[in-house]
């Protein structure tokens, strides 16, 4: 079946512009993550939902983050202001329950701010 | 929080030999350890998992053990192939019912011929 699907897969931005990044879980999956992972190091996560509520926000590394989730499927982080140091390859995992289940990762969003 | 640990950050070992990758955690309510192995350019993939309720589990060439008393965890390669070039992230799931998981910054290994 379809994997975990990210768009766009590349997004060059500048400095100051907002970006709203996609994630299309497997169908099916109730729990949807989304980490961050900077150029040589490991992934940081951010903000985790279960269906569409999110009970812990304290991974957004700031108030410019905020992500959302409709219909229990699609979810869209939105970064406003873009900062150089948000420079990151964005990533999306979904899992069929939250807790004890394997996280299935997208392919990413490699974001450039300039 | 969970804090991960990752050690080494670069292991090269030699076609055919073994390579070990190990991790400390730090929230003893972690129950949830996965290896995920991401080739360059490329999302990460699981490889192998354990849960606390066992303490050592093998797939085939792969092998990942836990001590739940000292809070770590190692991952084993065996007979390693070139094709096991690649950095390998260890995580903890920090509770159970918690977030996400807390990755190790990972391990790059290099598998000379």
């Known amino acids: 079946g379809a994997g975990v699907s990210q768009s766009p897969s590349n997004k060059v931005t500048e400095k100051g512009k907002d970006v709203e990044l996609r994630c299309d879980p497997i169908?099916?999956?109730?729990?949807l993550y989304w980490y961050r992972q900077s150029l040589g190091q490991g992934l940081e996560f951010l903000i985790y939902?279960?269906?569409?509520?999110?009970?812990?926000k304290s991974g957004l590394p700031s108030d410019r983050f905020s992500a959302e989730r409709t219909g229990g499927s699609v979810s869209t982080l939105t970064i406003q202001r873009t900062q150089q140091e948000d420079s990151a390859v964005y990533l999306c995992?979904?899992?069929?329950?939250?807790?004890?289940?394997?996280?299935?990762f997208g392919p990413g969003t490699r974001l450039l701010v300039l | 929080g969970e804090n991960v640990e990752q050690h080494p950050s670069t292991l090269s070992v030699q076609e055919g030999d073994s390579a070990v990758i190990k991790c400390t955690y730090s929230?003893?309510?972690?129950?949830?350890f996965p290896w995920y192995k991401q080739e360059l350019g490329k999302r990460p993939q699981l490889i192998i998992d354990?849960?606390?309720?066992?303490g050592e589990k093998k797939d085939q060439r792969i092998a990942v053990t836990l001590n739940k008393t000292a809070k770590h965890f190692s991952l084993h390669i065996t007979e390693t192939q070139p094709e096991d070039s690649a950095v390998y992230f260890c995580?903890?799931?920090?509770?159970?019912?918690?977030?996400?998981?807390?990755f190790g910054k990972g391990t790059h290994l290099i598998i000379q011929p």
């Open positions: 929230d003893s309510a972690s129950n949830y």
């Open positions: 354990i849960r606390s309720n066992v």
């Open positions: 169908s099916g999956h109730t729990a």
């Open positions: 995992a979904s899992s069929p329950l939250q807790g004890l289940e394997t996280q299935y």
């Open positions: 995580a903890a799931n920090g509770g159970g019912g918690a977030d996400g998981l807390t």
């Open positions: 939902f279960q269906g569409n509520s999110a009970p812990d």
